[in-house]
């Protein structure tokens, strides 16, 4: 899977990208909120995880803004674990809420959902395109 990194502390970037590579995710890793909307608009990924403190603009804002043109899962990853930051994450349309650090059971279950969901469509695909044939 390809995923999209969004995390400006440099140790918390390196820890979590060892641990999406330990999982076979290709990982690409920005610092601001600018670069990661650049990367979105330019390359496909099967999720991005945005810190919420970026240096630039908030990762609620980023969200937002990915939003107006693309619906890849965006997990909200924050050492902030409070009902507010929870509430503002879901507000901007994020899929999920991770708190740092980030474990590796979190991961899997993101790509097992994805790969379900994935699945889901390919075999909605295919009985749709049979039904139409039949009538």
């Known amino acids: 899977m390809r995923v999209l990194l969004v995390e400006d502390v440099p140790l918390a970037a390196k ?3 060892f641990l999406l590579r330990a999982l076979n995710c290709e990982v690409d890793t920005v610092v601001t909120g600018q670069d990661a909307l650049q990367q979105v608009m330019m390359e496909h990924y099967d999720f991005i995880l945005m810190d919420i403190g970026l240096p630039d603009y908030d990762g ?5 803004r990915i939003r107006q043109f693309s619906d890849v899962p965006i997990y909200a990853l924050t050492a902030q674990a409070d ?6 994450a879901f507000a901007s349309d994020m899929t ?5 650090p980030l474990e590796d059971k979190e991961i899997k279950n993101i790509m097992a959902k994805i790969k379900y ?3 889901s469509a390919k075999h909605k695909e295919v009985i749709d395109g049979n039904h139409e044939q039949v009538e």
């Open 83 to 88: 009902d507010a930051h929870r509430q503002r």
């Open 60 to 64: 609620f804002t980023v969200t937002e």
């Open 117 to 119: 969901a994935e699945h």
């Open 15 to 17: 820890i979590s990208a």
């Open 96 to 100: 999920g809420f991770l708190t740092k």
